[in-house]
């Protein structure tokens, strides 16, 4: 670590890691709520506990993004951040605001909490991912603004590299499209229309730049491989994903009584969005045969690989299967979007913020990488929740396939509830799945209080990384 | 590795696509789009046989021949243009290289007469599966024309000052092959909106 | 031929392709605003539909339910649910209305909300509303949602 405000990083990514823990366990519990419908009935009913798995989802996620950005956007711009206590203070705010909210969701019930945050005022609570209180909102864009001025002034005065710059651009859009979220028209065409104007356009656009200046800024320094080369394949990569998903956006327009022709021009160009992904795994491998030093931090590099397969299998396999308009008839709103969303979150998403987690971490502790045996935690903890999380999404399909056939394809379809009795044992395959997730959780976080000896560097000879 | 072995063992490698590879992904990407939207094409044209004869009569084939030409001799002139400047003739060149957009400005302008006469008779995306097709694949591609044509002028501008050579004209191939593939796309498109029935 | 894939043209290329695909969205998304008051609904949204929406708002009923596919999906879809209830408001307004406030022992069950009888109007108002939009091919495939 070579500058002190990088440290920063610390607070968010424990603030990540906390909140991450949060959103499996209420994962485990609606994935018993599936099974055992009255569970926890009436004290947290499903609809809160899922308004709970989410946010937090989201809310660890940017927490992550931002400790990322405190943490690389120092190195990368040679330079102290700009503003160390404005990052402080901003972590406190919005941890704050995110706690007051979570407990809001679990302590009244929603319209009580609609009522006191007085939504009625500029209505935008009670959409899906976006149930924050409208002030909670504001909260979010005053938090992001200051972010954004201290991660730009850094930036802008300092070294502009590529990485720094593809970072900015990804954070200035994720703000700007959350401005959507503050359009809520009466009209439910329109509203649906825009809301994905934010969910759309945040996780198959900007974030993608965000996660894509991550992985590579984390494989320059586990590979020591040119920058220059990086940068280059870094551009195309997004490049491609935002000609694919901008346009792409259409897939979500097919039943919401948008034009027809969205199902043409969303089939076409979301049939695209996979290219970016996998070339992102080519990439990413690519760079790791080619490496210039073997970095002792092996978890991270295991990271780095892991994110950009399961990102290409979540994002881009799992995301084609349903989105070509004739089959979306079928499957949408099944549990096939439901296993394409977590393995497209965790692949593309958890991953990338675990993997620069898992690089810087042992810098801030003023070490290179975390000792031999808490990196074969660390392995065991992805090798778990990644081979849970396949599991997850192959229960879900399953449930979704069979789901679609009985509700929606047969000639005598059954009744929603009807189904659902049909498809339990999935339900319970899942949540046994989901609690393998949360032993691999535990085991992430006992890593990093393993103790043992430290690792170096080794750097490659020349001659040596180049055959 | 050094700066001099990396030219060294570039300059031995004989060249698989012209101009900058980095555009060849952009051009295979959008090609892809377009095969892609050309296969949905043949398919809801299937289903529609009927509707799909009867409409396409309506369209003006005499316009679509001239631009067909005009993006052709467009195209012509642009490799003309890259012949000029393997012989550093960067007067010559430039002005292959307006000729060039003047053919691709003949299109658009063609084509707006073209729009105009359809949207004037109250023709929209909505109207039925067909002019939904013919203004989403036309329009999609006018917009290509508009962006090869920016592309074309920054070049022939950098052309103008002398910013290219016999040894470094890379720019003048990238731009031309994203002109050739615009072309190549309505050569296509022509033929299967305009003429196939 | 490292050195023709340049990272200035790279870039050029993200730059340029974003803004070109940006710029096409914008541009159907002004077609799209433009051609929604034939599908959309809106000569029916009244006073009531759209209490109705804030209800449904305010409850958190996408938290269980999905809306024209969108949503959780722990619980039945409600796009058409005007016309799975064989088009009455009133077996919308029984069915919210006799939930039991403890739920039902071991199954889904959904909360009493303990709505008034003009909520309950708004709501089903809303639910009517929301099967009147017309969706491409008349989504969902069947009655069922």
């Known amino acids: 670590m070579k500058y002190k405000s990088q440290s920063i990083a610390m607070l968010y990514f424990i603030a990540a890691i906390g909140l991450f823990v949060g959103q499996i366990l209420f994962g485990v519990i609606l994935g018993l709520q599936y099974v055992i419908g009255d569970f926890l009935f009436p004290e947290i009913p499903f609809n809160v506990a899922r308004m709970v798995h989410t946010n937090l989802l989201i809310v660890w996620l940017l927490f992550g993004f931002m400790g990322a950005a405190y943490f690389l956007v120092p190195e990368e711009s040679e330079r102290e951040l700009y503003a160390p206590w404005l990052a402080k ?8 605001a995110g706690a007051l909210t979570i407990l809001g969701y679990l302590m009244v019930p929603y319209a009580t909490l609609a009522e006191i945050t007085m939504n009625d005022l500029l209505p935008t609570m009670g959409r899906e991912f976006l149930e924050q209180p409208t002030i909670t909102k504001v909260g979010i864009v005053i938090v992001a603004l200051a972010f954004i001025f201290n991660i730009g002034m850094t930036i802008l005065t300092g070294r502009k590299t590529v990485i720094s710059l593809v ?50 800024y984390v494989l320059i320094k586990v590979t020591g491989v040119d920058r220059e080369v990086i940068e280059k394949w870094l551009y ?126 042992p810098l801030m502790r003023g070490q290179q990488a975390a000792n031999a045996r808490a990196q074969l935690f660390e392995m065991w903890a992805f090798w778990l929740m990644t081979i849970a999380m396949v599991f997850i999404t192959l229960f879900l399909t399953g449930a979704g396939i069979l789901q679609v056939y009985l509700q929606r394809y047969s000639d005598a379809p059954m009744t929603f509830m009807a189904t659902q009795e049909k498809i339990q044992i999935f339900y319970w395959l899942r949540e046994g799945a989901g609690v393998i997730f949360l032993i691999g959780l535990i085991i992430y976080l006992i890593s990093f209080f393993v103790k043992g000896e430290e690792v170096k560097m080794v750097e490659r000879h020349a001659a040596e990384a180049a055959s | 590795m050094t700066q001099a072995t990396i030219t060294k063992s570039d300059t031995d490698l004989p060249k698989l696509l012209p101009g900058d590879f980095a ?22 044209r299937q289903q529609n046989l009927a509707m799909f004869n009867h409409y396409q009569l309506t369209l003006n084939r005499e316009l679509g021949a001239a631009n067909t030409l005009l993006l052709i001799t467009a195209s012509y002139f642009a490799v003309r243009a890259i012949q000029a400047i393997h012989q550093d003739e960067i007067k010559s060149c430039s002005r292959w290289l307006y000729a060039s957009l003047a053919c691709g400005a003949g299109f658009l302008l063609l084509k707006s007469f073209e729009y105009y006469d359809k949207f004037a008779a109250g023709i929209n995306l909505g109207s039925n599966t067909f002019y939904m097709f013919y203004l989403s694949l036309t329009l999609f591609h006018f917009l290509h024309v508009i962006l090869g044509m920016i592309i074309l002028f920054a070049i022939t501008i950098k052309a103008q000052r002398g910013g290219y050579s016999a040894e470094n004209h890379t720019g003048i191939e990238t731009g031309a092959s994203y002109w050739h593939m615009v072309d190549l796309v309505w050569i296509i498109l022509f033929p299967l909106v305009y003429i196939m029935h | 031929m490292r050195e023709t894939f340049t990272k200035g043209m790279a870039r050029n290329i993200y730059y340029g392709g974003s803004v070109f695909f940006f710029l096409v969205f914008i541009g159907l998304t ?10 959309d609904n809106r000569e029916n949204l009244t006073a009531e539909v759209i209490a109705g929406k804030r209800l449904w708002e305010h409850n958190n009923c996408i938290g269980c339910h999905t809306l024209l596919g969108e949503g959780a999906y722990f619980a039945p879809e409600l796009g058409n649910v005007y016309t799975r209830f064989g088009e009455s408001t009133e077996a919308i307004k029984a069915f919210i209305m006799s939930r039991p406030v403890e739920g039902i022992p071991g199954r889904r069950s959904m909360p009493q909300f303990n709505f008034t009888d003009q909520e309950l109007e708004e709501l089903a108002q809303f639910l009517k509303y929301s099967d009147g939009i017309k969706v491409a091919r008349d989504w969902p495939p069947n009655i069922q949602g």
């Open chain 1, 89 to 96: 203070l901003m972590f406190w705010i919005f941890l704050v």
């Open chain 1, 167 to 216: 970072l900015l651009t990804g954070i200035v859009g994720l703000a700007v499209f959350f401005l959507f979220s503050f359009y809520n028209p009466h009209n439910l065409v329109l509203d649906k229309y825009f809301w994905w104007f934010v969910v759309h356009l945040w996780v198959e656009g900007v974030w993608e730049l965000i996660m894509a200046s991550l992985l590579a």
């Open chain 1, 236 to 361: 195309i990569i997004i490049a491609m994903a935002l000609i694919s998903g901008i346009i792409g956006t259409g897939h979500h327009f097919f039943w919401i009584g948008a034009p027809d022709y969205w199902q043409w021009l969303g089939s076409v160009f979301s049939a695209l969005e996979p290219i970016p992904f996998f070339m992102m795994t080519l990439f990413a491998f690519n760079v790791v045969s080619k490496r210039r030093r073997d970095h002792p931090n092996k978890a991270a590099t295991l990271w780095a690989l892991g994110t950009a397969v399961m990102a290409f299998l979540g994002a881009g396999v799992w995301g084609f299967l349903h989105t070509l308009a004739p089959v979306n008839f079928y499957t949408h709103g099944t549990q096939i979007t439901a296993a394409h969303g977590h393995m497209a979150f965790y692949g593309a998403y958890v991953m990338v913020v675990l993997t620069i987690i898992s690089y810087s971490m």
């Open chain 2, 23 to 44: 555009i060849w992904f952009f051009i295979f990407a959008e090609l892809l789009v377009f095969a892609i939207a050309f296969i949905a094409y043949a398919v809801a």
């Open chain 3, 30 to 39: 002004v077609d799209t605003v433009k051609s929604l008051p034939k599908t």
